[in-house]
């Protein structure tokens, strides 16, 4: 079975100050995807990043990284320097595409506040 | 965009009563879902559909019931709705390229008061 862990369940920081999001999870499939998606106080679910576990690389966006480390099975994500604007609940997730259901086991969620 | 819409947007029912929700896309992706969000559990699959007439339960279908007749709309029944059922409903849609897995795209969702 696939669990995806977020143990942050919320995090305050004042603007400018980076914050680190922790996912770990739990796959016995050698091949599968990692997403992180972002919900903003107006409820929609923004799509963020995809990695395929043969790709180890950190990806950098912006403000935004991601640190994927399969010998931990953690795929944590980094905004710095933080805005207001990224006050949100953070969603990391799982995917197993040879399930053929491609369906996404989601943790719990991580509310981030950024305080101005 | 991906345009993928949910109808109704907001809904308060009776206990008993029955609720249908409607997903509608004009990617034409072949896979749809259908998600709730409760606090605590973040997002967890009701049931989801891989094309036509094709549909499978995900892990808390118990209580609902889906149909899909097009390729772009995908619908959610609630037979007899319950106060458990108070959730805000998403719909996902998906084109898996191949051996490869593109993401999921989410409509706006549709909040759900069982009353």
């Known amino acids: 079975a696939q669990k995806v862990t977020q143990a942050q369940t919320e995090i305050s920081v004042v603007e400018k100050e980076d914050v680190t999001l922790d996912c770990v999870y739990e796959?016995?499939?050698?091949?599968?995807?990692l997403f992180w998606y972002k919900q903003p106080p107006s409820g929609e679910l923004v799509f963020l990043i995809r990695?395929?576990?043969?790709?180890?690389q950190n990806e950098i966006s912006g403000r935004y990284s991601w640190n994927f480390q399969k010998s931990t099975s953690s795929f944590n994500f980094t905004i710095t320097a933080s805005q207001v604007v990224d006050s949100a609940v953070y969603f990391c997730?799982?995917?197993?595409?040879?399930?053929?259901?491609?369906?996404?086991?989601f943790g719990a969620g991580t509310t981030v506040t950024v305080r101005a | 965009d991906a345009g993928i819409t949910q109808s109704p947007r907001h809904k308060v029912t009776e206990t008993g009563t029955p609720v249908t929700l409607r997903c509608h896309q004009t990617?034409?992706?072949?896979?749809m879902y259908w998600y709730r969000q409760d606090p605590g559990h973040g997002l967890r699959l009701i049931h989801y559909?891989?094309?036509?007439?094709?549909?499978d339960k995900g892990e808390v279908s118990d209580g609902y019931s889906v149909s899909r007749s097009k390729t772009e709309d995908f619908l959610l029944t609630l037979e007899s709705a319950t106060s458990s059922q108070t959730s805000v409903y998403f719909c996902?849609?998906?084109?898996?390229?191949?051996?490869?897995?593109?993401?999921?795209?989410f409509g706006p969702g549709t909040r759900l008061t069982v009353t």
């Open positions: 990695r395929n576990s043969f790709d180890e």
């Open positions: 997730a799982l995917s197993d595409p040879q399930s053929n259901d491609y369906k996404l086991s």
């Open positions: 990617e034409n992706h072949r896979y």
């Open positions: 996902a849609i998906s084109e898996p390229t191949g051996p490869n897995l593109t993401e999921q795209y």
């Open positions: 559909s891989y094309g036509v007439k094709d549909t």
């Open positions: 796959t016995r499939d050698t091949t599968y995807y």
